[in-house]
């Protein structure tokens, strides 16, 4: 248990570097990007919030796309509650749900392997995670970002967190339209804005399907 | 950058708070989870491509779109995320270089 929190620990850690490389070259200090790591402290959020301001959107556009990103881990948290049985230790287990905590603990047989699972899992993310991105965001001083190609190192993060996901014919249809409807919209709102058109796509499309092909989306 | 920095922090964390203290049928509803499921493929393919081939208002096709494909390509055979995002990476450099 502890040796696999461990080695997902480790495998996130590399995802951390370019989180750090990616903050830095989009302008931001080692102190904000250290912060982004410890205290938002989820993945796909991280990387939005710093390509949205590099890319010169408005700082709410920035925090709407990170958050709306962000809100798959209140369905974990909904998950976890009755595994974890806490009230003490809520506000800490609430800022190590993420990803592969919450994938842990879902994949556990019973409830104390569960419980394990998570807050192994948890710490070993967190440790990783913002020592990495310490490494990452003084990449920066090797050279220009844009030379080194580092300004599409968020878009292929984006596109690695993205392509596990298209399992089913209507993620794959969301995914088109939605990156059609952003491209379309960049000529004409302001640069940040054309992501969350992008998220209405998604809102239409969920709110008109929930049939068996969402049910297993979201399991 | 302050301000969007600490404002993101904040409401990210109070959405994990949220999943562990809000009424369970508010959460729990499949209209709900269905656009949940779906926001993030949607928000990620649309970051992926504006972010690529976009500066400010304006479409553009530079080196990046390069690096777009080969990260696909790379994410498609299932490769570790540092690879996917290394190629993205070298093959916009040397696009650039070479340009």
């Given at each position: 248990?502890?040796?696999?929190?461990?080695?997902?620990?480790?495998?996130?850690?590399?995802?951390?570097?370019?989180?750090?490389?990616?903050?830095?070259?989009?302008?931001?200090?080692?102190?904000?990007?250290?912060?982004?790591?410890?205290?938002?402290?989820?993945?796909?959020?991280?990387?939005?919030?710093?390509?949205?301001?590099?890319g010169?959107?408005?700082?709410?556009?920035?925090?709407?796309?990170?958050?709306?990103?962000?809100?798959?881990?209140?369905?974990?948290?909904?998950?976890?509650?009755?595994?974890?049985?806490?009230?003490?230790?809520?506000p800490?287990?609430?800022?190590?749900?993420?990803?592969e905590?919450?994938?842990?603990?879902?994949?556990?047989?019973?409830r104390p392997?569960?419980?394990?699972?998570?807050?192994?899992?948890?710490?070993?993310?967190?440790?990783?995670?913002?020592?990495?991105?310490?490494?990452?965001?003084?990449?920066?001083l090797?050279?220009?970002?844009?030379?080194?190609?580092?300004?599409?190192?968020?878009?292929?993060?984006?596109?690695?967190?993205?392509?596990?996901?298209?399992?089913?014919?209507?993620?794959?249809?969301?995914?088109?339209?939605?990156?059609?409807a952003?491209?379309?919209?960049?000529?004409?709102?302001?640069?940040?804005?054309?992501?969350?058109?992008?998220?209405g796509?998604?809102?239409?499309?969920?709110?008109?399907a929930r049939?068996?092909?969402?049910?297993?989306?979201?399991? | 950058?302050?301000?969007?920095?600490?404002?993101?922090?904040?409401?990210?964390?109070?959405?994990?708070?949220?999943?562990?203290?809000?009424?369970?049928?508010?959460?729990?509803?499949?209209?709900?989870?269905?656009?949940?499921?779906?926001?993030?493929?949607?928000?990620l393919?649309?970051?992926?491509?504006?972010?690529?081939?976009?500066?400010g208002?304006?479409?553009?096709v530079?080196?990046?779109?390069?690096?777009?494909?080969?990260?696909?390509?790379?994410?498609?055979?299932?490769?570790?995320?540092?690879?996917?995002?290394?190629?993205?990476?070298?093959?916009?450099?040397?696009?650039?270089?070479?340009?």
């Amino acid at each position: 248990m502890v040796k696999n929190a461990a080695f997902i620990g480790l495998a996130t850690g590399a995802y951390g570097f370019s989180f750090g490389a990616v903050s830095s070259a989009s302008g931001l200090s080692l102190l904000q990007t250290m912060v982004l790591s410890g205290v938002m402290f989820t993945g796909a959020s991280q990387f939005a919030l710093v390509a949205v301001l590099g890319g010169g959107g408005a700082g709410v556009a920035a925090v709407a796309t990170a958050t709306v990103l962000g809100s798959r881990n209140a369905f974990y948290g909904l998950r976890l509650v009755d595994t974890l049985g806490l009230t003490l230790w809520r506000p800490v287990a609430a800022q190590l749900t993420i990803d592969e905590s919450s994938a842990m603990a879902f994949a556990a047989p019973d409830r104390p392997t569960a419980r394990r699972a998570f807050w192994a899992t948890g710490v070993a993310v967190f440790v990783c995670w913002n020592a990495a991105t310490i490494v990452g965001s003084l990449i920066h001083l090797i050279g220009n970002p844009s030379t080194l190609g580092l300004d599409e190192a968020a878009p292929g993060a984006f596109v690695a967190l993205l392509l596990p996901q298209l399992r089913t014919r209507l993620s794959w249809v969301v995914a088109g339209v939605a990156g059609l409807a952003g491209l379309a919209a960049v000529p004409l709102v302001p640069a940040g804005v054309p992501v969350l058109c992008a998220a209405g796509v998604a809102a239409v499309a969920g709110w008109r399907a929930r049939s068996a092909q969402t049910a297993e989306l979201s399991s | 950058m302050w301000p969007a920095v600490i404002a993101g922090s904040i409401s990210c964390y109070v959405l994990k708070l949220l999943g562990y203290s809000v009424p369970r049928r508010i959460l729990d509803n499949a209209r709900v989870k269905s656009v949940a499921a779906l926001l993030p493929v949607a928000l990620l393919a649309a970051l992926a491509l504006t972010q690529s081939l976009s500066t400010g208002q304006h479409l553009v096709v530079d080196p990046r779109m390069g690096g777009l494909v080969a990260a696909i390509a790379c994410a498609a055979r299932r490769a570790p995320f540092l690879v996917t995002v290394a190629a993205a990476v070298a093959v916009t450099a040397g696009l650039r270089a070479l340009t």
